[in-house]
């Protein structure tokens, strides 16, 4: 049966990590522990990071918002800050797991599980978020599309941990937009969720857009040509129609238990056409 440690500052993480080699890190427990208790090798020590001030703090800097990887998908539900200035998360988050889940688990743990089906990565990719990584070495800082390599891979290396999530405040998009579908409506893991930030002119005119679809593919799935295709038109059905049936030639999505590639196909595509108000 493994230790667990708990550390109150970084200094005395560094210096537990030093004096036990074979440990993990977690923070609420709910992935890690999960997969411990149906027979994944435990570590000789779990090392606690959810007593961590610095990892548990949402800041606003000149340009940027910053969040502690241990702070919950509750308190980030909470904060005024990431409503005003990121709903496309807020409305994520808003659908993971239940109230138990969003009070335990964080979202440095919902980026470190790197799942496909994470519900912090499509809005966390259409932000243009960056992840801070620190060690007792010191500090590197990595967009998240790079970081996060497939399925449980990331870039982190020995002995670092994944301190801050970085989302940048500017550019200013006027439409927001998160949906996920899963098998029931709540408590669901997602079969395909998109989020999306767009600006609209007065004619109604895509003038920016950003698109990631999660579930879809073993990361987060892009598809710049989709945008492209949408940028510069009006938003109209008709559009997003054509937009979805380009998707639907481009993506070749995942299959499993929750369901099949040429439904996660049909339901990328139907979630894209309900960027229009009138198809909700
Ligand atoms: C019943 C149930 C329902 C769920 N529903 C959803 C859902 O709807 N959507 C969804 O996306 N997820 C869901 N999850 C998965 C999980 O709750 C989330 O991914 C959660 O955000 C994980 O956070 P955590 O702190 O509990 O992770 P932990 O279990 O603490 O850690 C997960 C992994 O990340 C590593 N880790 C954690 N924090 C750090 C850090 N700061 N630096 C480096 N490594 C770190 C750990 O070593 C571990 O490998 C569900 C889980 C359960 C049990």
Known sequence: MSK?????????LWQLQAENKDNAVF?????????IRAGKPAPKALICLDRLDELKTITELPYEIALGAAVTPAQVLASPLIKNHFPVLNEALRHLGSPHIRNMGSLGG?????SPAGDSLPPLYVLQAAVELQSAAGTRKLQLKDFIRGPGQT????????????????????HHFF??????????????SLAALYNLDSKQTVSAIRLAWG??????????????????????????????????QR??????????????????????????????
């Open 4 to 12: 667990v440690l708990i550390p109150r500052s970084l200094e005395q």
């Open 27 to 35: 923070a609420g427990g709910t992935d890690l522990l999960v997969k």
């Open 110 to 114: 919902n980026i470190m599980t790197a």
């Open 155 to 174: 870039q982190i290396l020995q002995g670092e941990i994944l301190s801050r999530i970085i989302i940048p405040k500017e550019p200013v998009f006027s």
């Open 179 to 192: 949906e996920k579908v899963g098998l029931r409506q709540a408590l669901a893991i997602a079969v395909v």
């Open 215 to 248: 579930s879809l593919g073993p990361t987060v799935v892009v598809q710049p040509e989709v945008e492209q295709f949408l940028l510069g038109k009006p938003l109209t059905t008709t559009r997003l129609t054509a937009a979805a049936d380009l998707l639907k």
């Open 251 to 280: 993506i070749e999505p995942i299959s499993d238990i929750r369901a099949g590639a040429d439904y996660r196909r049909r339901v990328a595509g139907n979630l894209l056409k309900r960027l229009n108000p009138n198809e909700r």
